[in-house]
């Protein structure tokens, strides 16, 4: 009965403020008879869920609220699952695809399934910092939750080998607190102590903490899991409070002389 | 005279579409009087440049274009340089600061420069292609232009040892033909043949091309400067036309389970 098929929308939200929330992720929540999603979340659009069928679950919740959604779509509604950032970027977006496949659904006459993008905190913070990703950059997140020390410990290394500009996805817990330091002493061994690194909290919210430092004083920062840190590459320089990674245009232009 | 300061905006118009276009991007486009951009994103936004000065140039005159744009906000007027995607992945913001550090430019007191973040192709593709960049991502850019094919292949080769899914920027352009050749050689040293492999082109837009293959076929795609191509690790699943990379949740949870 692909009738009664309803729909499975995956939403990124953004970095929570109103003005980087798209149309099209807007109209998506608009459209939903349900909306589900972290609970700290849901508490950034609040004007969004105004009657409408809100599935508020606990961080860790990941796999019951993807199963939860699925089954509310099924039965014919237009459901919501919101990420903040953007759903594809350690959100939501595989999970439901993952537990879609393990439910055998089809493409071709299955429940309507997709995917908006949002605004990832990467971006947010690299706006936030000045042009810190301008140059090939690799993202990394130090949660060991679902992934093993040893090949986030590997990817660091390497990533820092290849002279990629870093980013640092949930740097620091209540329950883990070393793993910063130990990427620092990674990253130490290929990158100088004066290496430009950038710290955002809250991008674009009122409770917003911008700060630029380096990798020597990465480790005594006051970071936690909303904190997203961008490590600059051997090029990275910081000016004004801003780090900018050169393209290398400088190399090619004059950039000082009048346009 | 501070007073006599414009005010430079850098701003990510997304992929193309409206529906993606943030609030914030708009209201930056609204209040300026000078839009800035190549050619090719300036007619992506027709409707926000009515009765506006507007600077279109040619690829690869971004110098120019960041000058000009600099030169008319120091006049008193608002100015917003544009690149689609975000402006902090391959666009102008990094070149916008550095020629401001060239001229001197001073963030108390100088004239105010405000990025705008927008939605990456590279988050815009994964988003159409289902969920490949769920675990740790580097994203490079193949062109030369700027960067020695050397670091390139480089970081393409320790990005594939790292197991990171891989996004590839400018894949090949009419002058560059073999380097995403070279690309897939270095890949095929670590990643299987039968590696999913993503391509998107005008993600979003009425043109939009959305193809699912493996490493082995990768060569012989039909690719250009506007593809984004995401390479998937050696967990990423291709199933019902998608890829997926999990994140590790399928290990520790029963998905096929009832919620």
Chains 1, 2 share one sequence.
């Not at 659009?45 to 961080?59: H, N, Q, R, Y």
């Not at 609220?65 to 350690?90: C, L, N, Q, T």
């Not at 990275?236 to 290398?248: A, I, K, N, Q, W």
């Amino acid at each position: 009965m692909p009738g009664r098929q309803g729909k499975l929308y995956v939403v990124g939200i953004g970095p929570g403020s109103n003005h980087l929330l798209t149309p099209q992720a807007r109209a998506a929540l608009e459209r939903s008879h349900t909306v589900a999603g972290y609970r700290a979340y849901l508490e950034l659009i609040p004007g969004l869920l105004t009657s409408k069928e809100v599935l508020a679950s606990g961080m860790m919740q990941e796999v019951a609220r993807a199963k939860a959604a699925i089954e509310v779509a099924a039965s014919g509604k237009v459901v919501s699952v919101i990420s903040s950032g953007d759903p594809g970027v350690y959100g939501m977006a595989g999970l439901v695809y993952e537990v879609l496949k393990e439910k055998g659904w089809q493409r071709e006459g299955g429940m309507e399934v997709e995917v908006v993008p949002g605004i990832a905190a990467l971006n947010a913070a690299a706006a936030l910092l000045g042009a810190p990703l301008m140059h090939d950059f690799a993202a990394i997140s130090l949660s060991d939750l679902l992934t093993p020390w040893e090949i986030i410990a590997r990817r660091i290394d390497l990533a820092a080998q290849a002279d990629f500009v870093i980013g640092l996805y949930n740097p620091r817990s209540r329950r883990r607190v070393g793993e910063l330091d130990q990427a620092c002493q990674i990253l130490s061994r290929y990158r100088s102590a004066a290496t430009p690194v950038g710290m955002v909290r809250c991008a674009f919210r009122e409770e917003q903490r911008v700060v630029v430092t380096d990798l020597k004083h990465l480790p005594e920062q006051d970071v936690d899991m909303l904190t997203v840190v961008i490590v600059g590459n051997s090029s990275t320089f910081s000016f004004e409070g801003l780090m900018v990674t050169p393209r290398g245009y400088g190399e090619k232009y004059d950039l000082a002389s009048p346009g």
